[in-house]
């Protein structure tokens, strides 16, 4: 047996397309385009390739881009001063500030500084209550692309038993609460769990969310099992003073066990963005007060 591969890449691009088409309606509806403002703090090159990309795409999309870069020493009041900038900016619809923010700086201030109505991350407190009552509001990127290519794999997960490991609250735990408004069970397993190959081989659902390359064996595999790999780690490569990126899952030994998996890269890498953009208009359609067909996005 040989696993699907699901293909992220080309679902981001099907995602990213509609987006771009609801762009183009609310700019013909509001007179302006969506805005997503994205804000850096230092110079981590990671955080650099997001952001350039998210600008990009932003404006691939057809939505307004505004970039804010800070140098790493800035003081926690100016970032927090453009943050309220942006707060009542109304060509700003979402506002993102890539993280990691630099020491000195505290994350959770900084998140909670943002209107909940412009997070398009999601990681507000108001918008993690939001989503664990029920109520409409913003899901991080990360998990809802999973949940998007899960449900388009699988059609109802209702029913299903998730594992997810990883219990962050960037994807872990918001997760979890998409996984359960599924009407999946769902288990949250961590470092502390106790025999974590004899719980991930209940799961008709694994997500692999831990950030450890290649941690998942085959073996720990319920033959069948839907598996969305959401670890993007560096390790060595073959070839002397190369290196190659991989996933949380073995996913050449998964292949024979999985009834389908997300490979690394070109899964769920792809997703995250897409949703990003697809946040953000969500955002500028609310904010404006203009309606967006249910299930439209
Ligand atoms: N750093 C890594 N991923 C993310 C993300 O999804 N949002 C933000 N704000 N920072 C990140």
Redesign the pocket.
């Known amino acids: 047996m040989s696993a699907d591969i699901i293909d992220g890449k080309a679902f981001a691009a099907t995602l990213r397309a509609r987006v771009a088409g609801l762009a183009r309606a609310f700019e013909d509806a509001a007179g302006r385009k969506a805005g997503l403002a994205v804000v850096l703090v230092g110079e981590d090159p990671?955080?650099q390739v997001?952001v350039r990309s998210k600008g990009k795409q932003t404006i691939e999309a057809g939505m307004a881009s505004f970039e804010h870069r800070f140098p790493a020493e800035t003081a926690e009041a100016d970032l927090l001063a453009l943050v309220e900038s942006l707060n009542v900016d109304s060509a700003v619809d979402g506002i993102?500030?890539?993280?990691?923010l630099p020491a000195h700086m505290d994350e959770q201030k900084v998140i909670s500084a943002i209107s909940p109505d412009k997070d398009v991350?999601g990681?507000h407190v108001i918008n993690a209550g939001r989503l664990a009552v029920g109520q409409p509001g913003f899901v991080?990127?990360?998990p809802l692309g999973c949940l998007m290519l899960l449900k388009d794999k699988l059609g109802s997960l209702s029913g299903l038993n998730a594992v997810i490991i990883g219990r962050s609250n960037?994807v872990g735990k918001p997760m979890a609460q998409l996984l359960l408004g599924e009407s999946c069970t769902v288990t949250i397993a961590h470092s502390r769990t106790r025999d974590m190959p004899e719980v991930v081989r209940r799961a008709d659902i694994v997500v692999a969310a831990v950030g450890r390359a290649e941690m998942v064996k085959a073996d720990w595999l319920k033959p069948g099992a839907c598996v969305i790999d959401v670890g993007i780690n560096r390790v060595a490569a073959a070839e002397e003073g190369k290196t190659r990126l991989v996933g949380d899952v073995d996913f050449a030994g998964a292949l024979d066990v999985a009834g389908s998996i997300t490979p690394v890269p070109g899964g769920v890498g792809p997703m995250?963005i897409a949703v990003?953009l697809r946040n953000a208009l969500v955002a500028a359609y609310r904010n404006a007060g203009l309606q967006l067909a249910d299930g439209a996005i």
């Open positions: 990671a955080s997001y993102l500030v890539q993280l990691p991350d990681f991080p990127c990360t960037i995250t990003l």
